[in-house]
């Protein structure tokens, strides 16, 4: 079985594959100070929900992090406890998907990993819409490159800068409000976080089509997924595990296929 581990600025997402199958994923929070012991003992919880252990039934992992420290404990965290390296989605890891951007160096693991998967599994062109700390949209040809995209703050970064750099403004919970015209404080944040960023996606959705000059499949993913995506227009497939497919893709063509 293969663990898959994508880190992200404000959420970990775990996963664990039979074969080609996501059996069992989870959420947890990042936090840069976590050890490589401390990890230990946070994704031994997770695995032995499932009758699964470090000595026995996983053979392989492999991580996507966009946090550094985060990304050397969980390197020593898998030598440690599970007997072997990871692969680890960096530069110089084979992916298959060429990366035209002027520094392909510099894109995150996970924009690669979800370019990887979407083309994949929906073929291209497409474009991913990654609802997280971060709103990004990567756009990947038709012959399967990546060209790009844009970064935009995601709806939980906006709703707590508006709170912090405004007296009177608090942060509210992530629901759609009753309609686009808030009746209180409370909706009209809810309206402008949520109806604005579905209004961003589709809008830039639109643009980044115009520019490939082809109708883009359009995959959304990310933790606020669930929350914008109703709200928008232009999405053709939400695929929550996005990022860990992506990874399982990475790990097969370095590695090969982990065993069962």
């Not at 990567?138 to 995601?154: M, Q, R, T, Y």
């Not at 939980?156 to 750099?165: I, M, P, T, Y």
């Not at 629901?175 to 809810?190: D, Y």
């Given at each position: 079985?293969?663990?898959?581990?994508?880190?992200?600025?404000?959420?970990?997402?775990?996963?664990?594959?039979?074969?080609d199958e996501?059996?069992w994923?989870?959420?947890?929070?990042?936090?840069p100070?976590?050890?490589?012991d401390?990890?230990?003992?946070?994704?031994?919880?997770?695995?032995?929900?499932?009758?699964?252990?470090?000595?026995?039934?996983?053979?392989?992992?492999?991580?996507?992090?966009?946090?550094?420290?985060?990304?050397?404990?969980l390197?020593?965290?898998?030598?440690?406890?599970?007997?072997?390296?990871?692969?680890?989605?960096?530069?110089?890891?084979?992916?298959?998907?060429?990366?035209?951007?002027?520094?392909p160096?510099?894109?995150?693991?996970?924009r690669?990993?979800?370019?990887?998967?979407?083309?994949?599994?929906?073929?291209?062109?497409?474009?991913?819409?990654?609802?997280?700390?971060?709103?990004?949209y990567?756009?990947?040809?038709?012959?399967?490159?990546?060209?790009?995209?844009?970064?935009?703050?995601?709806v939980?970064?906006?709703?707590?800068?508006?709170?912090?750099?405004t007296a009177r403004?608090?942060?509210?919970e992530?629901?759609?409000?009753?309609?686009?015209?808030?009746?209180?404080?409370?909706?009209?944040?809810?309206?402008?976080?949520l109806?604005?960023?579905?209004?961003?996606?589709?809008?830039?959705?639109?643009?980044?089509?115009?520019?490939?000059?082809?109708h883009?499949?359009?995959?959304?993913?990310?933790?606020?997924?669930?929350v914008?995506?109703?709200?928008?227009?232009?999405?053709?497939?939400?695929?929550?595990?996005?990022?860990?497919?992506?990874?399982?893709?990475?790990?097969?063509?370095?590695?090969?296929?982990a065993?069962?």
């Open positions: 079985m293969l663990l898959a581990v994508s880190v992200g600025n404000t959420n970990t997402v775990l996963g664990v594959f039979q074969g996501l059996r994923q989870w959420r947890m929070s990042t936090d100070e976590h050890t490589a401390e990890l230990a003992v946070i994704f031994a919880g997770f695995l032995a929900q499932h009758e699964l252990s470090f000595s026995r039934q996983i053979t392989g992992v492999v991580i996507s992090s966009v946090v550094p420290t985060s990304t050397r404990a390197r020593e965290m898998t030598e440690r406890y599970f007997g072997f390296p990871p692969v680890v989605l960096e530069p110089g890891t084979r992916t298959g998907l060429p990366i035209l951007t002027d520094n160096r510099e894109v995150g693991a996970d690669i990993a979800n370019a990887l998967a979407a083309y994949h599994r929906y073929g291209g062109p497409c474009i991913v819409v990654d609802f997280g700390t971060a709103t990004t990567d756009v990947v040809s038709a012959k399967g490159e990546f060209l790009g995209g844009a970064i935009a703050p995601g939980q970064v906006s709703n707590e800068a508006l709170s912090s750099r403004l608090p942060q509210v992530l629901l759609a409000p009753r309609s686009v015209t808030g009746r209180n404080t409370v909706e009209a944040i809810q309206s402008g976080l109806y604005g960023s579905a209004a961003e996606a589709d809008g830039m959705v639109e643009r980044l089509q115009a520019e490939l000059g082809d883009a499949t359009v995959v959304a993913t990310g933790g606020l997924a669930p914008v995506v109703p709200l928008c227009t232009r999405i053709d497939e939400v695929d929550e595990w996005l990022t860990l497919e992506g990874l399982r893709l990475v790990f097969e063509r370095n590695v090969g296929p065993d069962g």
